[in-house]
């Protein structure tokens, strides 16, 4: 199957009942998928009138106990962006999956870039923390997509998954286990009573028990910054606690939520980094750079946001070089060049999209790196 | 009245005067007569002074983004489909940022009740000119008079399909709650419109009195038409507001067509297949 479609029934496995969305181009098989799908398992498929609201029905739907998703590209993503903003202040878990093109505006509606990614981490308004996502096949796309619910559901917020245009089309061979070897997480439900309960109170970790409409608790859940009590609370300091919160809920996890795969990093001299399509680019070009005989190794972002800077900068004290392969004007680089803090030497492989990055490319960067010659 | 209320957030910040009031007060106390179980009933608002309604109701409730009510209760409404849903907000929120949102829904016939609180204005941001505001009328953004035609809310509701739709000014309290009742207890998307006074920004700026002078004015110019073609239905505040029940019909929901296409009676359709004949 192709991405688009692996990234539904990752969805349907991870418990999704709920899909609200507007077609766009590459992320309209996966809405055309959970039309089709969603119905068979007693979900509900709804095309909306745009994207904007297709995210608020789907925060409406979480808030309904029904876990939700949409799928969208750029200029969608962008239409996204109020509602992202309402579920993280809210915290609202749900999926969003950006099968990124090329930009901006319309741009190359039908062919590949990675230029959301800074969307992805500051798009909303406000300051605040992110999850994302990057797989680099269908069947990450199915795996991650599963995860992104769990994340969700665990930090109580949307979850991006940024994926792009060439994995959403491919089609590769994609392994659905058994349900029982799926590991599935449901939002903490409230263990007190009505009257002690307080909806934006947090447990130890940051994070604070959910109660669904309906369960009871009578809740009020608003976008304006607000107390404990979830009710509006207009002045500095309640500012202070609520935003220092979602802050610190994503903060303090990193290491549960952060992942990377690495590929030859044990006695490696020149490190490529990169995600999504241009991670398997950059796979070939380590491949064959070794075949050289060249030390290089790579380290793969499976969450792309939190970044995972604290392990570049320990990489950074052993490498000649770090190379960043990403199809956009060099947008995580900066977040490379920031976490290694000048300690080797940080290098940009990109195009600004319309085709993937070619390994030979990558493998240029490599050798000449490995020359001391960036 | 109070166990509907959260207490503890009174004083509400609306100004003296305002409008919002009596129209929350006619809607808590159709929810109680209603005799469902509040546990079953939410409350979604957008942004404005009618939004706020939303943060004083012990009620499951929401308060979401500027214009985005109808969408989020919608989500909210095909996820939990026994939740009595009932959306409040403003003519701003509902028209104008939210005006595509209002003609899909009602498209759609989604099961719920909009209380739209229509004050001709923007009143949160101090007054400015809304999808509301009569020609002429001066706001903030309009000081030499509005250039622009207002909508008929009423009318575009019934022309996009909504089962349920009324209108009533802010002094007829008796029929606004008997209206909310009915929309309540209509399946499919009802409509009821309020023309409640803002003294403190668009009766100031239009000399139009104090509250109880704006209350008796919107009053005065109306006439009770109903059943009337909403086309008919205008609110002219130089001549008369039509007020009244304008529809009242039986039509499927969302969900009544939904669950009809997705489980369906009929083997798949194909060529000339007998099951598939005209008529049949």
Known sequence: MNGDEACCEGALAAGCRFFAGYPITPATEIAESMSRRLPQLGGIYIQMEDEIASMAAILGASWGGVKSMTSTSGPGFS?????????????????????????????????????????????????????????????EMFDMTIRAFNLSETYRLPVLMMADEVVGHMNERVVIPHEDEIEIISRRKPSVSREEYLPYKADDDWIAPMANCGDGYR????????????????????????????????????????????????????????????????????????SEGIRAGLIKLETVWPFPEELFRSVAGSAKALIMAEINGGQMVLELERSVRGACPVKLVSNFGGAIIHPRTILDAISKAAKGKL | MDSLLRTERIPHIW????????????????????????????????????????????????????????????????????????????????????????????????????????????????????????LGAKTTTTINGSPEEPFNFCDLAASCGAAYVARWTAQQVRSIRSSISEAMEKRGFGFVEVIAPCPSAFGRRNRMGNALEMLKFYRGRSVIRSDIDTRDAIVDIDREIVVGKFVDIER??????????NRPQMPPWRVGHPDHQKGR
């Open chain 1, 79 to 139: 239409l996204m962006m109020e509602n992202i903003g309402l579920g993280i202040c809210t915290e609202t878990p749900c999926v969003v999956c950006n099968v990124q093109r090329a930009g901006p505006s319309t741009g190359l509606p039908t062919l590949i870039a990675q230029g959301d990614m800074m969307q992805a981490r500051w798009g909303s308004h406000g300051h605040y923390e992110i999850i994302a996502l990057s797989p680099s096949s269908p069947q």
């Open chain 1, 219 to 290: 809740i009020h859940v608003t976008g304006l910054t607000h107390d404990e009590r979830g009710y509006p609370a207009m002045n500095a300091e309640a500012q202070e606690r609520m935003v220092t919160r979602l802050v610190n809920k994503i903060r303090k996890n990193r290491d549960k939520i952060i992942a990377t795969k690495n590929l030859y990093m044990d006695d490696v001299e020149v490190v490529v980094v990169s995600y999504g399509i241009s991670a398997r680019s950059a796979m070939k070009a380590v491949r064959d750079a070794r």
């Open chain 2, 15 to 134: 100004c003296p005067g305002c409008g919002i009031g009596t129209v929350f007060n006619a809607l808590l106390t159709a929810i109680k007569d209603s005799g469902y179980d509040p546990d079953a009933v939410a409350m979604v608002s957008g942004i404005g002074c009618t939004g706020r309604m939303a943060g004083y109701i012990r009620l499951d409730s929401f308060h979401t983004t500027h214009g985005r009510a109808l969408p989020f209760a919608t989500g909210l409404k095909l996820a939990k489909p026994d939740t009595k849903i009932i959306v409040v907000s403003g003519d701003g929120d509902l028209f104008a940022i939210g005006g595509n949102h209002f003609i899909h829904a009602a498209r759609r016939n989604i099961d719920m009740t909009v209380v739209c609180v229509n004050n001709f204005n923007y009143g949160m941001t101090g007054g400015q000119q809304a999808p509301s505001t009569p």
């Open chain 2, 252 to 261: 499927p929901t969302f969900m009544d067509h939904y669950e009809k296409f």
